[in-house]
């Protein structure tokens, strides 16, 4: 990977010259010629991208694959799939891709091939669903279990809550005896409504953490235990004891074993992924546990089948056709040249409703970065401001922006091209495909709108200012064959490359999160002076007064 700064490259330079002469250029303009559409379109792996309503021409995209080309990004792809330490801070590698790796493959890291363990907890995973779908797997009071709650926060949380939601349609018959949960947050409110609601003869709990350290999860975790000791212990049940509630209502997902057991996970109920997966990269093994008992192991399989599919297009594709490198160009051309730092995730599907939250994480964890891999501060921007909802929904909120606001904002529009086809019942069918073609007329409406702006009327004639819409606002439109488990897991490996291609160009590590740490430990500090009222005379006059306040209300003053 190139480590000279990347802005004092001639790619970035020959860029930065050609932007003044596009910054002036109008999308609708760039829109005469009638070839466009399909010029900028490029298919892999059951998704369709269209990137012509970016504001970019045919010199834009050489000049981005030269700097791609300066910036080393082919030797970068080659080395992440490689499995070499491209996480250079954490030194170690960022091996998300050989956790869907087939089980024929061999990645050889280390002197080790990484395959077989991958597969090896994967048949681990299949034997829990297995047990959990045949209502085998029991509480302490021999009942089977019906709710799994998924405790977890972060990279352990999103993804499995973003494609549990996406993929609900894939259930299988036997996976409704279990429903499946999720709690993340640590002032408790989400768990507290289930222990309101969930018997806890019949609960079992995934305590999902990398590093079985994050206090959010840990603090769940002890309040579920806590629940499940009190209402299967201490209120007597006959025979019910700590052990078997450890051992029947428990399951780890973690890289770090020593600390699972430490904490009462039994060694049968602990599954285990390794440092070389990032946290917000990880859903597709252990953490996976939860999708796997929605849709699952099959259509698990197909998930990763998915991505893989990306992956080796990733892997093969040239740069010019490659789907990851022409999405991060775009984003790099937008945040660099265009100085478009806002971006708005809009899918077109319900199924969908945790995709910008998932990708929040993804981009800006990842790519939220101002030091580059030798330590310097860079001069350009990064990440850019990244943000979304439910499309149809968010038209209805803050499309106004989009529209008559004074910000650029690029937005990425999502939604599958086929649905409702096989809902068996005719006249349903019929409305609920009819309600899909609305979504799409709406979905390609807006992306035409917010290029165009007045000139997508017929007659625009003279309007007063506020009923005009000045357009040349980019968009890219990803189309999903249909939204299946394998052109999802499509959909988030190519997220997941581009990321990684935009940080190889801006000589950033996408795959540590050091801007978090500090935080936590301000975090731990400051909950030991909450509880033990002193320790705050040296603050600053806002938390001193922030502080007082909570010593009040505890008071009842
Ligand atoms: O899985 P863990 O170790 O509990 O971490 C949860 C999340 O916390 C973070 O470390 C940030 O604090 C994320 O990167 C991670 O996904």
């Not at 091939?113 to 045949?134: I, N, Q, S």
């Amino acid at each position: 990977m190139n480590h000279a700064p990347i802005d004092q490259t001639g790619a970035w330079q020959r860029l930065m010259e050609h932007a003044e002469e596009m910054r002036t250029t109008h999308l609708r303009e760039l829109f005469l010629d009638q070839a466009r559409g399909h010029a900028f379109t490029q298919q892999a792996a059951g998704l369709t991208l269209d990137l012509s309503k970016q504001r970019w021409s045919d010199t834009t995209l050489a000049l981005l694959l030269d700097l791609a080309r300066e910036a080393g990004v082919p030797e970068g792809i080659q080395a992440l799939l490689a499995g070499e330490r491209v996480n250079v801070s954490e030194d170690r590698p960022a091996l998300h891709t050989a956790l869907r790796l087939p089980a024929e493959a061999s990645l050889v890291v280390d002197g080790e091939d990484v395959v077989p363990g991958v597969h090896a907890t994967l048949d681990r995973m299949a034997t829990m669903v297995a047990r959990l779908h045949a209502r085998q797997w029991r509480g302490a009071t021999g009942r089977p279990i019906h709710d799994v709650v998924n405790l977890g926060v972060g990279g352990s949380d999103l993804g499995p809550l973003m494609v549990t939601h996406a993929l609900a349609d894939y259930r299988p018959a036997d996976a409704h005896h279990v429903e499946v949960h999720f709690a993340s947050t640590m002032d408790g409110s989400q768990l507290a409504d289930y222990l309101n609601r969930f018997n806890p003869e019949t609960t079992l709990f995934v305590i999902s953490s990398k590093s079985f350290t994050t206090i959010d999860t840990l603090s769940n975790a002890r309040t579920a235990r806590d629940w499940l000791l009190a209402r299967l212990v201490n209120d007597g049940i006959q025979g019910v004891d700590e052990e078997m509630v450890m051992r029947q209502h428990f399951v780890g997902v973690s890289a770090k074993p020593e600390k699972m057991s430490e904490w009462g996970i039994a060694e049968a109920n602990q599954l285990l992924f390794w440092e070389w997966v990032g946290g917000r990269y990880s859903l597709w093994g252990a953490i996976g546990l939860p999708i796997a008992l929605v849709i699952g192991m099959a259509n698990f399989r197909e998930l990763l089948a998915g991505a893989h599919a990306m992956d080796e297009h990733f892997a093969k594709a040239p740069l010019g056709d490659n789907l990851p490198v022409l999405l991060a160009l775009a984003g790099i051309w937008n945040v660099n040249f265009l100085d478009i730092r806002a971006h708005s995730i809009l899918p077109y599907d319900g199924r969908l409703e945790h995709f910008a939250a998932y990708l929040e994480q993804l981009e800006m964890e990842s790519n939220g970065k101002s030091a580059t891999h030798d330590g310097r501060q860079v001069s350009y921007s990064t990440c850019p401001v990244l943000w979304g909802q439910l499309g149809p929904n968010a038209q209805h909120a803050f499309y106004q922006l989009l529209h008559q606001g004074t910000q650029p904002v690029v937005c990425d529009f999502i939604a599958p091209l086929t649905r409702y086809d096989d809902v068996e019942d005719a006249a349903t069918r019929k409305h609920l495909m009819a309600q899909h073609r609305l979504t799409l007329a709406n979905c390609f409406a807006q992306s035409r709108l917010l290029m165009l702006g007045d000139d997508a009327i017929d007659e625009p004639g003279e309007r007063p200012g506020h009923k005009r819409y000045r357009g040349n606002q980019p968009s890219t439109t990803l189309l999903l064959d249909r939204l299946t488990p394998a052109t999802l897991g499509a959909l988030i490996a190519l997220y997941e490359h581009k990321v990684f291609v935009q940080a190889a160009i801006w000589g950033i590590n996408p795959f540590d999160q050091w801007g978090v740490e500090l935080g936590k430990q301000i975090a731990g500090e400051t909950e030991r002076i909450l509880a033990d009222h002193h320790g705050h005379e040296n603050m600053d006059a806002s938390t001193r007064a922030l502080l007082e306040a909570v010593w009040h209300a505890e008071r009842g003053e």
